[in-house]
């Protein structure tokens, strides 16, 4: 990344997204798909099985429905978020890409019946869409707050894994105290990224 940013706090939080979303906006159709084509791959490494929580992309989010596709062909249920009153998520069932709706901003969501906020605690695996993501597992959201109030009803082992692309995998983003940091990354061509949870030797 070009932007070398050392003290916390959300104006620096805002000069990142704009170099990112900068970024993503730049790329090509077929960069974007060949992004796509790999993470499905890295997608089945996962060895997911139970209950899965991921996301349909949109607006050049990293994947396709294909990465879906991947979880539940591997064996897992795939719950993704469906749009409601701002707060903590809501969820459907993710059954195939033939189920899905245009929605409120532009998403893509299933429809089948809302599930509550606690279905989240279902999962032994959540993929959360990031704009970037550091080592120690520091996330960078698009500000809404939405997964950080959702993800306090997960269960306490399930595995959080930011999915960016490569080069969104960076040393360090800025943090501020209700952050809520992920234990892996899952990029195209990187796989799997276990990341480094530092912060008591901070």
């Known amino acids: 990344m070009v932007i070398d940013m050392e003290m916390p706090g959300e104006r620096d939080k805002h000069a ?34 139970g209950w899965v929580c991921a996301y349909v992309p949109v607006r050049g989010e990293p994947g396709s429905t294909q990465v879906l596709d991947a979880l539940r062909q591997a064996g897992a249920r795939v719950l993704v978020p469906v749009t409601g009153p701002p707060g903590p998520l809501n969820w459907t069932e993710y059954t195939g890409r033939a189920s899905l709706r245009r929605a409120r901003f532009g998403l893509l969501e299933p429809t089948g019946e809302p599930l509550p906020t606690k279905a989240v605690g279902w999962a032994e695996l959540i993929l959360v869409p990031a704009l970037a993501v550091d080592r120690r597992g520091v996330r960078l959201g698009r500000g809404a707050g939405y997964y950080d109030r959702t993800l306090a009803a997960a269960r306490p082992d399930a ?40 912060h008591v030797a901070e």
């Not at 704009?18 to 796509?36: F, Q, V």
């Open 159 to 198: 595995r959080l894994v930011a999915v960016v692309r490569d080069d969104e995998l960076v040393d360090r983003l800025p943090e501020e105290p209700h952050d809520l940091r992920m234990g892996w990354a899952l990029t195209p061509r990187g796989g799997l990224h276990r990341l480094v949870e530092d």
């Open 16 to 49: 990142w997204r704009t170099e990112i979303l900068a970024r993503r906006a730049a790329m090509t159709p077929e960069e974007h798909a060949a992004d796509a084509v790999a993470l499905v791959a890295a997608a089945r490494a996962l060895e997911a099985g």
